[in-house]
């Protein structure tokens, strides 16, 4: 018996026929070799590129077409706490037999993840190469930041209105891996509109704008630094899918958040 994040037991099975509705995980189900058991996906699933596009999209992370997902006859669904909706869950619940609930918080909560997906799948060597592949990632990631201070920062995921994240997300707890500590570390939601006329801005050492979920681009980064009078070697463009995407990609993040923050430190 596997648990998963909320406390559901597990059991092992041969001829999954598995819909997800995680981005990340569904990299990650092809990373293990268990692509061609993914029946359905999101429109947000883009990778692997070349091969997701094989799967049959079934709408987005919040909601989905009941219709083409009935039709797929699959055995279990992948789903994360903070990606989709429980009442969406719950509906597809009562003609999907096995629900297999995740929510990683922390970088080293991936290695319980592939664990997880592993066992469940049978794909025990898979997880145990990812697993020796992560933990050398992030103790890369941890011994560079050794070497360089602590950065406050601001990231943005959201503009109109202005988003940012909390200390006890997933996105914060990997900058924080790299010694970028994120601003404001707590709030009433995990993902906070913020005043920006607050103080904010002179308080932290870099601002960052994530590429995802919202697109930050270059000219977003100049209107924000004429508009705030912020100088521009303050403001960052940063990977979104490295901070943010647990799962396989997670072993490239690290690498890649090491190295920004080594550009971030000059």
């Not at 037991?9 to 990340?24: C, E, G, K, T």
């Not at 794909?123 to 050398?136: N, P, V």
């Amino acid at each position: 018996m596997f648990i998963d994040a909320i406390g559901q037991s597990h059991q092992p099975s041969q001829d999954a026929r598995i819909i997800s509705l995680v981005p990340s995980i569904t990299e990650l189900l092809f990373d293990m070799g268990l692509g061609d058991q993914v029946v359905g996906r999101t429109v947000f699933c883009v990778h692997p590129k070349d091969q997701v596009k094989q799967i049959r999209s079934i709408g987005g992370t919040k909601q989905v077409n009941m219709d083409k997902v009935k039709a797929l006859n699959a055995t279990h669904l992948i789903v994360n706490v903070d990606e989709n909706p429980k009442e969406l869950v719950d509906e597809l619940a009562e003609f999907i037999p096995h629900i297999v609930v995740t929510h990683p918080n922390t970088p080293s909560d991936n290695i319980d993840l592939f664990s997880l997906i592993g066992n469940i799948f049978n794909k025990k060597g898979e997880a145990a190469r990812l697993i020796s592949d992560f933990q050398a990632a992030l103790t890369h990631a941890q011994l560079t930041a050794q070497g360089l201070e602590e950065k406050k920062v601001l990231y943005f995921i959201w503009k109109d209105p202005w988003m940012t994240v909390t200390g006890e997300t997933y996105i914060s707890q990997s900058l924080r891996t790299a010694h970028m500590i994120t601003q404001p570390q707590s709030a009433e939601v995990r993902y906070p509109e913020i005043d920006l006329e607050s103080g904010v801005l002179d308080e932290v050492d870099a601002i960052l704008f994530s590429s995802e979920p919202f697109l930050f681009k270059q000219h977003h980064l100049d209107e924000f630094s004429e508009e705030y009078n912020i100088p521009a070697d303050k403001l960052h463009i940063i990977d979104g899918e490295m901070t943010s995407w647990y799962g396989s990609r997670a072993i490239e993040g690290m690498r890649y958040l090491a190295q920004f923050a080594q550009k971030l430190s000059g």
